[in-house]
């Protein structure tokens, strides 16, 4: 398997602007997780999901942060309007019942 | 609740030095405890994981951790560090049956040749 996918790698946006983090895990693994890395903040969980559907969402940092699943293969996540505290890393991650998580590339994300 | 604490953020070794790095955690229910490393601009790879069966845990590239109940400690140990170890790494804890993890703020190793 090629592991967890993220795209894309690195994006550089405008304030305001929407932006679109995309999720591919592992297949067969049926939890997927957005962790959010920041110098002041860490590593920190945005949203869990569980057989496509969201378990804990409580680390959305407001309103402007959206995450869908549409199906087990696949996962967005979305910022709108996005603004210069967003920049971070973000990471998507995904496991199975019997496995510990496996986490992608990340995304670096800049917004000017 | 559950919550890491990791002393140092930052830890400096000769090599073929001692590696430790420190974790404590909180957890109201039986834990389980990862340590993650991270390499520059990439992603987080595991490298060893508690779940309540041994004690003293093996992981990849020459890296162990021993549980101690007593302590609420996780330390991360390697007997002799090689320049490749240089990276940042990360404890994290779970709730069994929540797979969802908590982080440490993470420990910057340097490795001096």
């Known amino acids: 398997d090629a592991g967890v996918i993220q795209s894309p790698r690195h994006e550089v946006t405008e304030m305001g602007q929407e932006v679109t983090l995309r999720c591919k895990p592992i297949?067969?693994?049926?939890?997927l997780f957005w962790y959010r890395q920041t110098m002041m903040r860490g590593l920190e969980l945005l949203i869990y999901?569980?057989?496509?559907?969201?378990?804990?969402d409580s680390g959305m940092p407001e309103d402007r942060f959206s995450a869908k699943m549409p199906n087990a293969s696949f996962s967005t996540l979305k910022i709108q309007p996005s603004e210069p505290r967003d920049s971070a890393v973000y990471f998507c991650?995904?496991?199975?019942?019997?496995?510990?998580?496996?986490f992608g590339q990340g995304t670096r994300l800049t917004v000017v | 609740a559950q919550s890491v604490t990791q002393l140092g953020s930052h830890v400096s070794v000769s090599e073929g030095a001692l590696v430790l790095l420190r974790c404590n955690y909180s957890?109201?229910?039986?834990?389980?405890l990862f340590w993650y490393v991270q390499y520059p601009n990439q992603g987080l790879q595991l490298l060893l994981k508690?779940?309540?069966?041994?004690?003293l845990v093996k992981g990849i590239n020459g890296f162990e951790a021993e549980f101690k109940k007593s302590e609420t400690s996780f330390h991360l140990t390697k007997p002799s560090a090689h320049m490749s170890d240089a990276a940042e790494y990360f404890c994290?804890?779970?709730?069994?049956?929540?797979?969802?993890?908590?982080f440490g703020s993470g420990t910057r190793l340097q490795v001096q040749p």
């Open positions: 994290a804890v779970s709730e069994t049956g929540r797979r969802a993890l908590t």
């Open positions: 991650a995904s496991s199975s019942e019997s496995t510990e998580a496996f």
């Open positions: 957890s109201s229910v039986p834990p389980y």
């Open positions: 999901f569980n057989n496509n559907v969201p378990i804990d």
């Open positions: 508690y779940t309540s069966a041994a004690t």
């Open positions: 297949s067969g693994h049926n939890s």
